[in-house]
């Protein structure tokens, strides 16, 4: 993390491990710079307070998307992520208002992701209010059918309403999946202009050129107008069966994105682990050692990606 990094105070308070209210009233008493305007800067910060190895995240936002129906984002998602929560502090967000992730674990949450967001001013809750646990380091953001909702944008600001409400949070988890729609639109550009990095799901089975170009196209976009530090992670073929040469498919979608290496083979148990609302390591740990390839993979280009 950059030690000249602008934090707000919900961040700063985070880092040094001070509930809001705590922060801020030592934050009054030491007079510390930038406490009045909500911009106040890491070194400054290191100052006044011991920061713990632990406690200095800046996550990597990792949106999983492609507007095609049956990729597999769900399943990849909540895959990855728990691959991901072995080493390191995990958040998953589920950001489609038809709610997979959520209703596998959490049936009828009380608060979900739009409880969050203040859209149309109305009133809102903090992220970390709502969270549910899924396993050892790894946490859920429940959604609802309610996020549907979030079509229309009556403010700029409704572009960055996601960006916002996880700000709090980022200081908290390594890595942090939003589990994206298959469709484009408000929520989508939500989450592209939230993250850090795209990785792509395609299902080798029903591949398209076209899907590819369209979000390809709306990746570039929002870099180019709302999101410059976005980045393409890349795709990641799913649920291989072995009936097409992975290398022509390759050739096919690196036109637009790299591919990764570690590729997700089909396999009966990833559905019937979900169906029995387990986690796929619990399930089935052979299943998951794809996933867990994955995972190195990703925090590897990452790696090359900062450097």
Known sequence: M?????????QSAN???????????????????????????????????????????????????????????????????????????????????????TNLFHKEPEKTIMSALGYRNKDKVPLETILLPLAKNYDLVPASIELANLTTPYEMSDFELLKDALLPLRSTYKYIIIDCPPSLGLILENALICADYVLVPIQTRA??????????????????KANPRLK????????????????????????????????????????????????????DPISMKYFIELAEEVRSKINVQEK
């Open 207 to 224: 591949f398209s050129v076209q899907g590819i170009k369209d979000l390809y196209e709306t990746i570039e976009r929002i870099q180019k």
């Open 15 to 101: 880092l040094v491990g001070l509930s809001l209210k705590d922060f801020k009233e030592k934050a009054k008493e030491l007079k510390i710079p930038g406490f009045k305007s909500d911009k106040i800067k890491r070194n400054i910060l290191e100052k006044y307070f011991k920061l713990t190895e632990s406690q200095e995240y800046d996550s990597h936002v990792i949106a999983i998307s492609n507007q095609k129906g049956g990729e597999g984002k769900t399943t990849l998602s909540l895959a990855l992520g728990e691959a991901l929560a072995k080493e390191d502090k995990t958040l998953l967000i589920d950001w489609d208002p038809q709610a997979n992730a």
């Open 232 to 283: 393409l992670l890349g795709a990641v073929l799913n649920q291989y069966e072995g009936q097409k040469a992975l290398s022509g498919l390759a050739e096919s979608i690196k036109k637009y994105f790299p591919v990764f290496n570690t590729f997700i083979r089909r396999k009966e148990t990833i559905p019937q682990s979900q169906a029995k609302m387990m986690l796929l390591s619990d399930y």
């Open 2 to 10: 950059s030690s000249n990094l602008e934090l707000t105070v919900e």
